[in-house]
T-cell receptor
Framework: DADVTQTPRNRITKTGKRIMLECSQT?????MYWYRQDPGLGLRLIYY???????NKGEISDGYSVSRQAQAKFSLSLESAIPNQTALYFC????????????FGDGTRLSIL | KNQVEQSPQSLIILEGKNCTLQ??????????LRWYKQDTGRGPVSLTI???SENTKSNGRYTATLDADTKQSSLHITASQLSDSASYIC????????????WGAGTKLIIKP
């Protein structure tokens, strides 16, 4: 089984819909991250969490929200999806000594029509 | 402005040949630099991480170099294999309160038989 599992792997939806992307991990890491990847651009950090009660905005958090339900689970929500949120979304984890994400999921490809 | 630029954008080489990918950065203050490999449809996988004092680090056929004075890094791949076909991403960490990561857009490498 994958260490970091993202569901769904692919999603097509319409403008204005609420969408939740889910991430679960078996690494036992406290730190979890959500990134967005667009063609020709580097990954951009949306939100990160250093433990269950800790939520922090990244560089592009507008239009997104997150929930850290447990150490192993970190979900990303788009409250009212818009077409420019079409992208590849990655969840990642790390331990405290790593200075950043170590283990990535395989991504959710999200298309908003 | 903190930036990471990679070159070339894409590269095609024959199996068995060597290649070198470049990364230039303007991140300050510098903490560390890492190279990731991202296969199509998968999340990034860490290859190497280098701190200020490290000039060279190897991981099998992958060798990363760092020149902190000129703010340049390279990733050299020896005796390329078909499985090396992927995007290679340079990421620089800034030594601020959150160790902000600045991601390059990646170099897409294609190995032809």
């Amino acid at each position: 089984d994958a260490d970091v599992t993202q569901t769904p792997r692919n999603r097509i939806t319409k403008t204005g819909k609420r969408i939740m992307l889910e991430c679960s991990q078996t690494k036992g890491h406290d730190r979890m991250y959500w990134y967005r990847q667009d063609p020709g651009l580097g990954l951009r950090l949306i939100y990160y969490s250093f433990d269950v009660k800790d939520i922090n905005k990244g560089e592009i958090s507008d239009g997104y929200s997150v929930s850290r339900q447990a150490q192993a689970k970190f979900s990303l929500s788009l409250e009212s999806a818009i077409p420019n949120q079409t992208a590849l979304y990655f969840c990642a984890t790390s331990d405290p000594g790593s200075f950043g994400p170590q283990h990535f999921g395989d991504g959710t490809r999200l298309s908003i029509l | 402005k903190n930036q990471v630029e990679q070159s070339p954008q894409s590269l095609i080489i024959l199996e068995g040949k060597n290649c070198t990918l470049q990364c230039n950065y303007t991140v300050s203050p510098f903490s560390n630099l890492r190279w990731y490999k991202q296969d199509t449809g998968r999340g990034p996988v860490s290859l190497t991480i280098m701190t200020f004092s490290e000039n060279t680090k190897s991981n099998g056929r992958y060798t990363a170099t760092l020149d902190a004075d000129t703010k340049q890094s390279s990733l050299h791949i020896t005796a390329s294999q078909l499985s090396d076909s992927a995007s290679y991403i340079c990421v620089v960490s800034a030594k601020n309160s959150n160790y902000q990561l600045i991601w390059g857009a990646g170099t897409k490498l294609i190995i032809k038989p």
